[in-house]
């Protein structure tokens, strides 16, 4: 707030001193009214009416919905304060029984009563309307037999001081800093978590026993047999004397190495010659001819594929090797043969 305590949403009005000449007063209020921009007192007077007219049926449409009462004061309680004054704009609930006391007799057309924030850079008047005996006389307008009021005129006006845009954006994003934070915290728990489930589902349980074979203990055993599963108790350990395994039986007959393996074998012993990729391949020699070319990777079809001409097919393919399609073939190493050209018709 300013040297006036003028803030975005609120500003001081000092309050006028009121004569009770006029017969007792029973409550004061504090009627504010919104201006629009570059707006004279005169150009407000026009709009919503005058101060004494404002919140009451002969007032213009604009005169009964805007203004609105921010405070209701009973007679002792505004002389208390009437020295101090009081800031508008600052929130408060109005709950005096002056604050719902209306000269608009049509329902829901005012607006609620109490001291609503302001706008920011916004203009403002206000004024006092004091309520005094209805028996008095001398008083500006009767509305009825039992009320009589009195208005003041309206304040000079007052423009609110523009929002501040430093604290505007702060706080989104502290907020939004804040979020982020927490994201960061939570996604950082769950990998924590889910590492953690990984790791309890691939550990070795800790309860499996291990025994330690000492060199006696494995002489022992190699002499006069083996152990069988661990147990948990010497006495339960079953001992299994070792049997000598049978000599081997002698075939009876001799086995006759098949042609493939007799293949293989020499191929094992004399170091691989590149095939000659002219000649034909004997029928039974094409399972061990294709499983030498596909070793290594398939080297030897690499090699039999490179060999192969790169002008296989040209007499099959004049159009495209022709030099006026040249820049018209999408793959180069493609070929395009006559047989399967479509020829295009021009459209006339």
């Known amino acids: 707030a300013d040297s006036t305590g003028r803030t975005a949403t609120s500003f001081h009005m000092d309050l006028p001193e009121v004569s009770e000449r006029n017969g007792p007063i029973s409550c004061y209020q504090v009627i504010v009214v919104p201006m629009t921009k570059d707006e004279t007192l005169a150009d407000l007077e026009t709009r919503v009416g005058g101060a004494d007219v ?4 002969g007032a213009p ?3 009964q919905t805007e203004p609105y009462v921010a ?17 508008i704009g600052k929130g408060e609930v109005c709950e005096n029984e002056c604050c719902r006391q209306s000269e608009v007799t049509t329902a829901g057309t005012t607006q609620k009563p109490g001291n609503k924030r302001l706008k920011p850079s916004a203009t403002y008047t206000a004024v006092v309307r004091v309520y005094v005996d209805p028996s008095t006389s001398g008083t500006r307008r009767k509305r009825n037999a039992d009320t009589t009021y ?56 800790a309860d499996v026993p291990l025994t330690r074979i000492d060199s006696e203990d494995k002489k022992r055993d190699d ?39 007799a293949r293989l074998s020499r191929s094992k012993k004399q170091p691989m010659q590149p ?35 790169r002008t296989l097919g040209r007499e099959h393919a004049e159009a495209y090797y022709s030099d006026f399609n040249t820049d018209k073939n999408r793959f180069k190493n493609i070929i395009a043969y006559d047989n399967a050209r479509v020829h295009l018709t021009p459209i006339p």
Do not use: H, W
């Not at 001081?161 to 604290?167: E, F, L, M, Q, S």
């Not at 083996?226 to 000598?244: H, L, Y």
């Not at 061990?288 to 001409?309: H, I, K, M, Q, T």
């Open 54 to 57: 404002i919140l009451t049926d």
């Open 275 to 309: 095939p000659n990729f002219d000649e034909p391949i004997a029928i039974e020699d094409l399972e061990s001819e294709v499983d030498r070319r596909a070793a290594s990777g398939n080297r030897l079809f690499s090699e039999e594929y490179s060999a192969l001409p």
């Open 150 to 205: 009195t208005t003041s005129d309206y304040r000079q006006p007052i423009v609110t001081k523009i929002a501040d845009v430093v604290t505007g954006a702060v706080v989104p994003m502290a907020v939004g800093a804040t979020i982020g934070v927490l994201l960061v915290v939570v996604i950082a728990l769950g990998i924590v978590l889910y590492r953690k489930r990984r790791a309890g589902k691939s550990k070795v349980p």
């Open 61 to 63: 449409q604009k005169g």
């Open 223 to 261: 002499l006069e047999g083996a152990v069988g599963p661990c147990v948990e108790s010497e006495d339960e350990v079953a001992v299994r004397p070792k049997r000598p395994l049978p000599p081997p039986k002698p075939d009876k007959k001799p086995s006759i190495p098949s042609r493939k393996s």
């Open 71 to 87: 405070f209701g004061f009973s007679s002792e309680q505004y002389k208390n304060i009437v020295s101090q004054g009081v800031d």
